[in-house]
């Protein structure tokens, strides 16, 4: 019996925690501070629904009783005055004279939409006051409900050291004063590029893990797409947010063919495509056209769906419109130039006008210092240069490519085809 109610406490835990550090951080205005509250609230319900029982409403009562300890913990730290001023802005903001008395206003305030709370504490999580590293690690902590082994094990860290660092980004925020809120006006484009780069980094490392013995981790991918579905429900009107989650809905569909029954990668030209998921590459155009449809059709994320869209509509590796594609980069290098859109680029016209014309895309690019540990760049070469039947050149570049990488599961398949090439 108590083992179902630890499953039970965990599950809600994980659907529930964001919320409840949302509405807990409106009230205290500290990211830290709310955590713990909300944590305070789970080890009530370790101790006490063993024996009294799940609720009914498990979620509803970890939320009244996070809430019940935020006011006492106000009440008792004596922060009544700081937290009745900011109130009191926050309702100046919001055109309104009312003063209400201070914990009348405290529940108010804790009683706005949750969906508000939570957008609120996506932006906090992500603050560029913090390190790339260091929003990853607290968006997976405080929006998806991970726990610091579980982030560890993620990203092949050390469990002290993800401790750290979550522990050094909630004292960042609160040494920076940032307040619980979402921006305004021009910050929040560039914020709001902030909470999409960190997600699609999220998502990106489930599906091409950097390190360690396997090809993907798809959890990763799963709690990137939920991110971006809240997120997405909670700022509609944002073209990129959809664009971000078509890419990622997409991208996602290809994930049970990417693989062998080995766990070997299955490049993409070569993987079945009758395994694609084609609920998940629905999902994936639809929000491909809500982008487009909010005139957001050449931000950097709907071009890049719009590319895996191409790929998602061609039903034989043979049938892709490869024109289209290196058109689409070439529309993405101009909003969002980098070397690795170049390349990418480069993978598309040496597919749609032979690799000599793709070959020399990549040695323009070549000597980028920023690509100078990119294992892509080698191995995007090492192809070219098998198709021309350039063999020798080939194998030199795949085991280039090789030793640059450091997962396990990508070595084996570019040494293979250093090996095919020799």
């Not at 201070?102 to 603050?127: K, M, N, P, Q, Y």
């Not at 405080?142 to 860290?157: C, K, Q, V, W």
């Not at 522990?167 to 920076?176: C, I, P, Q």
């Not at 449809?293 to 895996?308: C, D, E, R, V």
Request: net charge negative; aromatic share 4%.
């Amino acid at each position: 019996m108590t083992t179902d109610v630890h499953h039970a406490i965990d599950a809600v835990w994980r659907i529930e925690s964001a919320k409840i550090v949302a509405v807990v951080a409106r009230m205290v205005r500290d990211v830290g501070l709310a955590e713990e509250i909300a944590q305070d609230a789970l080890v009530a319900a370790l101790e006490r629904w063993p024996e009294d029982g799940v609720p009914d409403k498990p979620a509803a009562w970890l939320m009244t009783t996070a809430k019940h300890r935020a006011l006492d913990r106000i009440r008792r730290d004596g922060m009544q005055s700081e937290k009745h001023d900011e109130i009191v802005q926050d309702m100046a903001a919001l055109g309104t004279d009312h003063t209400p008395d201070f914990v009348d206003a405290l529940a108010e305030a804790s009683e706005d939409e949750i969906g508000d709370d939570l957008l609120r504490l996506v932006f906090t999580a992500c603050h560029p006051v913090l390190s790339v590293d260091a929003r990853i690690a607290l968006t997976l902590r405080l929006l998806g409900g991970l726990t610091t082994d579980e982030i560890a094990r993620a990203f092949l860290a050390s469990e002290p050291a993800i401790a750290q660092r979550i522990v050094r980004a909630k004292r960042s925020l609160t040494a920076a004063k940032v307040r619980f809120e979402v921006p305004r006006g021009p910050e929040l484009a560039a914020r709001l590029a902030d909470v999409l780069e960190v997600i699609y980094l999220i998502f990106n490392e489930g599906y091409s893990a950097t390190a360690g013995d396997d090809w993907m981790r798809p959890a990763l991918c799963d709690e990137a797409l939920r991110l971006g579905r809240v997120l997405a429900g909670l700022a509609p009107e944002e073209p990129e947010v959809h664009g971000l989650v078509s890419l990622m809905e997409i991208q996602a569909s290809r994930t049970a063919a990417r693989t062998d029954a080995q766990g070997q990668p299955v490049l993409l030209l070569d993987q079945d495509r009758s395994r694609w998921d084609p609920l998940l590459i629905r999902r994936g155009l639809a929000a491909l056209a809500r982008a487009v449809a909010l005139g957001g059709a050449h931000g950097p994320y709907a071009l890049q769906a719009a590319i895996a869209a191409c790929h998602a509509r061609a039903h034989r590796a043979e049938d892709t419109d490869w024109a289209q594609i290196a058109s689409l980069y070439e529309s993405l290098a101009r909003v969002a130039p980098s070397p690795v859109v170049e390349l990418n680029r480069a993978v598309a016209v040496g597919m749609a006008h032979g690799p000599a014309a793709g070959l020399a895309l990549v040695d323009a690019i070549a000597n980028d210092a920023t690509l100078a540990q990119y294992h892509w760049l080698p191995s995007v070469r090492g192809d070219l240069l098998a198709k021309l039947g350039r063999a020798s050149e080939a194998r030199v570049e795949f085991e280039r490519a090789a030793a640059l990488t450091r997962n396990q599961r990508e070595r084996a398949l570019l040494l293979a085809r250093a090996a095919a090439s020799a």
